[in-house]
C-alpha cells in the first residue's frame, strides 16, 4: 500500500471539461442540468473520504437505461468518464493521464508490484454512477488490482480497503505485512497479515480486508517465487566469501534497507523471513 497525493482539482471544473466535449447538445445540456448535483456529491465524497466512511454513501442498483438524476441515465453518467475522460483527444483526456502518472515511478498504490495502466473506480461506477469522473475517486492502478476487485465495494467500515488518497499514515509507517517459509516440499513463502496491537480494531480489519480484496497473499507468494530463485545466485557468492553468517547479515541488511524504503513491501517482508529462519541460511537457499 501507497499513499499519494490527494487531487486538487476543481471537481466542477473536472465535470464541466468532460461534458463541454459532447457534441449532442440535448445530452449536454441535461448534463449541464446536473452540475450541482455532481458538485454535492464530490464535496461528500470529500468529507466522507477524510473521515474513512466512504461506505456510508449509498449505491444504487438500476439498469444503465435508468434515470439516476435530473434526467441523465446512469450510463450516459457513465460515458462522461469512458468517452469523454478516457477517449483520447478529449479535452479531460490529460487528467486522465496526469492521475496515472501521479503514482511514483508508476507502482500501483494498492499492491506495490504492479505499473499503473488504467484508473480505478474506488467506488465503482457501476453502482455510484455519480462519481464516474470525481477526480478523488479515481486511483491509479495496475490491471490486476484492477481486475480483481471488480464492482466490490464495502458496505461496513471495516470492509473499507485502503484509500491512497486518505489513508492513516500508520499504515505505511508501522509494518502489518508479514512472511514465513513454509517447511513444506517444496518450502514456499506465505504472506499473511499482522496487525499492530495498538491498532482500533477497525484498522486491523481494514488492512486484512486490504490483503484479501486485492488477493495479495497470491500475488506476493507469486513474486517471492521469482525473487527466491533469482536471490539463491547471490546468496551462494556471499556463502562463499562469508560463509552461513555472512548471509544471514546480507539477508538483514537487505531486509532492513527494503524496510524503510516501504515498511509493508512484499519483499520487505520476504528478507525479514529468511533472515529469521535458520534453514534456510545455513544453505537451504539452495533448493530454491
Known amino acids: 500500500m501507497r499513499l499519494l497525493p ?12 468532460c461534458i463541454n466535449s459532447i457534441s449532442d447538445l440535448d445530452l449536454r445540456n441535461r448534463l449541464e442540468a446536473i452540475s450541482l448535483n455532481f458538485s454535492a456529491a464530490a464535496q461528500d465524497y470529500f468529507a466522507r473520504g477524510h473521515a474513512r466512511q466512504l461506505y456510508l454513501i449509498p449505491a444504487i442498483n438500476l439498469r444503465d437505461d435508468a434515470i439516476v438524476v435530473g434526467a441523465v441515465t446512469k450510463r450516459e453518467l457513465k460515458d462522461t468518464y469512458s468517452d469523454h475522460m478516457v477517449g483520447k483527444g478529449k479535452p479531460a483526456r490529460a487528467i486522465y493521464d496526469r492521475l496515472i502518472l501521479s503514482a511514483p515511478l508508476r507502482r ?21 454512477p455519480l462519481l ?3 477526480t478523488l475517486n479515481l486511483i491509479p492502478s ?6 480483481d476487485k471488480r464492482v466490490a ?13 486518505f489513508e492513516h499514515r500508520s499504515v505505511i509507517e508501522e509494518q502489518w505485512l508479514y512472511a514465513r517459509l513454509d517447511m513444506n516440499t517444496p518450502p514456499a513463502l506465505e504472506f499473511f497479515v499482522s496487525a499492530p496491537a495498538h491498532w482500533p480494531d ?18 506476493y507468494s507469486l513474486e517471492a517465487s521469482n525473487g527466491l530463485a533469482t536471490l539463491r545466485d547471490t546468496l551462494n557468492l556471499v ?24 515498511a509493508n513491501a512484499w519483499d520487505t517482508a520476504m528478507y525479514q523471513a529468511l533472515a529469521a529462519n535458520p534453514w534456510y541460511y545455513s544453505g537451504g537457499f539452495r533448493l530454491f
Open 132 to 134: 464516474s469522473v470525481v
Open 239 to 262: 556463502w562463499d566469501n562469508a560463509g552461513q553468517q555472512g548471509v544471514r547479515e546480507h539477508l538483514n541488511a537487505t531486509a532492513a534497507g527494503h524496510a524503510r524504503r516501504h
Open 142 to 147: 495496475c490491471k490486476d488490482c484492477n481486475t
Open 6 to 17: 490527494t487531487p486538487t482539482d476543481d471537481q466542477a471544473a473536472v465535470f464541466a471539461m
Open 153 to 165: 465495494y464495502a458496505t461496513t467500515e471495516t470492509e473499507q480497503t485502503l484509500h491512497p488518497y
Open 108 to 128: 500501483c498504490p494498492y499492491c506495490g508490484i504492479g505499473h499503473t495502466t488504467t484508473l480505478d473506480h474506488y467506488l465503482p461506477k457501476a453502482r455510484f
Open 202 to 219: 477497525i484498522l486491523k480489519a481494514r488492512v486484512a480486508a486490504h490483503f484479501t480484496g486485492y488477493n495479495l497473499k497470491a500475488r
